[in-house]
């Protein structure tokens, strides 16, 4: 089966289990936690989003991988950008990644597009900026468990170190050009973090790379509108068969 390495946003592992069951259903899946998230240890060599590309190369090609699909949701759709610039640039990568998944996807400067302040906003903030239904984003921060509240603060902590309290990079949206594997970028029309007028910047910015917006779905369609995104998905992966 052809694999597959998904990779998770800032929330952690469980905001992308609904794309690891779709595509288990077809591919042979690879869903890492990264390191320093959810309790795990982030080694000191893993200090920025390059790093963290670097180590899931290596990692990949340590273990006799080719032809992979790299998905990557929110921070993952950045790190699956920097994973392609890369392998693209060295030929030990030649034949390693076989197509890149970006949805709504951070990383990029583009003129006129800010990404939301993630590190400002609280839990009704982020809930409206990520969802097109806020109420069903909304988590109360006062029904969590202290080892909840813990682990989020880690996180948090976590993200900030390896993406920057801005979740940019001001060189990656000129370094695009460089990408030679087919690529999606998916976003939710209604995504706040990151808007899909940013997204289509991100595209366009990518040779040959396909824009897809996801209606009623914020910066997770996955979660909100499921079968919409799985129908842009699966067409995509129907193609660069």
Do not use: C, K
């Not at 591919?27 to 670097?54: F, K, Y």
């Amino acid at each position: 089966m052809r694999p597959a390495l998904v990779l998770h946003g800032g929330g952690g592992p469980q905001t992308v289990a609904s794309i690891v069951g779709h595509l288990a259903e077809t591919m042979r899946v690879i869903a890492p936690t990264h390191p320093g998230w959810n309790g795990t240890l982030r080694p000191e060599g893993i200090a920025s989003v390059a790093d963290l590309a670097s180590a899931y190369l290596e990692r990949l090609l340590d273990s006799g991988e080719s032809d992979v699909v790299v998905i990557g949701s929110s921070i993952g759709g950045w790190v699956a950008l920097e994973m392609a610039i890369q392998s693209a640039a060295d030929a030990r990568y030649a034949g390693l990644i076989g197509a890149v998944i970006d949805i709504d996807g951070v990383g990029a400067v583009v003129e006129g597009e800010p990404i939301a302040d993630f590190f400002a906003l609280d839990a009704r903030g982020l809930a409206e900026a990520a969802w097109h239904d806020p109420e069903r984003g909304y988590l109360d921060p006062a029904g969590f468990t202290g080892e909840q509240r813990a682990i989020q603060q880690s996180n948090g902590q976590t993200m900030a170190a390896i993406a920057g309290r801005g979740m940019s990079d001001a060189t990656l949206l000129g370094r695009l050009g460089a990408v030679t594997a087919p690529t999606l970028v998916v976003f939710g029309a209604s995504d706040r973090i990151v808007t899909p007028a940013y997204g289509r910047s991100v595209a366009e910015a990518i040779p040959g790379a396909l824009f897809a917006e996801v209606p009623a779905a914020g910066h997770l369609p996955h979660l909100e509108a499921p079968e919409a995104t799985w129908q842009v998905i699966d067409r995509f992966l129907q193609r660069v068969r």
